[in-house]
Structures are given as structure tokens and as C-alpha cells.
């Protein structure tokens, strides 16, 4: 068992930068893939950013060279550095976890494990 809570969503211009965080709890030693999604107003829920086992990371063509995901292994935190920010952003953003996997993938319905989501907003 795995519980995620995001933090860091807020407000932002284009252009601007946030950070979102996302804390573990409870099974923090199985090896695992760690993903950022975002779910915008009438669209399905989108891959934005994994980070598999191994410490490789891997992006959704929209936010590469924007965002970066990373880990802190002794605080058992995900971020999500995203710069450049844009207008198409805008979206509840959610952290998710599966343990112990065969690959990393991109499809939401992998992920076992959800945070309750932060909202990031654009403004133009």
C-alpha cells in the first residue's frame, strides 16, 4: 500500500514556473514506477512525465524541455519542475504510483496508487 499526496499547484502567467511535489507513505522500498498525470475540463486523463525503477525519466511530447521529474529518496518525494509554462497546462495534476513493474506505461488504468490531485492554472 502506497499513499500519495500532492502538493506545490497554484497560479502562474505563461512563461512562469511551479513545483509540484508529491509525498509517499506507508510501502516506500518496493520498486516501483512514479508518474505525473493531469486531467484537464472535459479531456481524459494524460501521461505527463515517469520516472521508472531505474532512475529513467521519460515525457509527453507537449512538456518536453519544460517539466523535469524528479525524486528525493530520503524525504520519499516526486517533483515535477515545470517552466515555461503555458495556457494548455492548466489541469489537476495527479501523482501515481505501481508497484513492482514489468515496464512503465503510460495508460492511467497501470497505476494503482493516486494522489488526490493539485490544480495548476495558466493565465495568458
Known sequence: QVQLVESGGGSAQAGG?????CAASGD????RCMAWFRQAPGKEREGVAILDPDGNTYYAESV???????????????ALQMNSLKPE?????YCAA?????????????????GQGTQVTVSS
Open 98 to 114: 505501481d508497484l513492482s513493474p514489468v515496464y512503465c506505461y503510460w495508460s492511467a488504468m497501470r497505476y494503482k496508487y493516486w
Open 17 to 21: 514556473a511551479l513545483t509540484l511535489s
Open 89 to 93: 497546462d492548466t489541469a489537476m495534476y
Open 28 to 31: 516506500t522500498y518496493s520498486r
Open 64 to 78: 518536453k524541455g519544460r517539466f523535469t521529474i524528479s525524486k528525493d529518496s530520503a524525504q520519499h518525494t516526486l
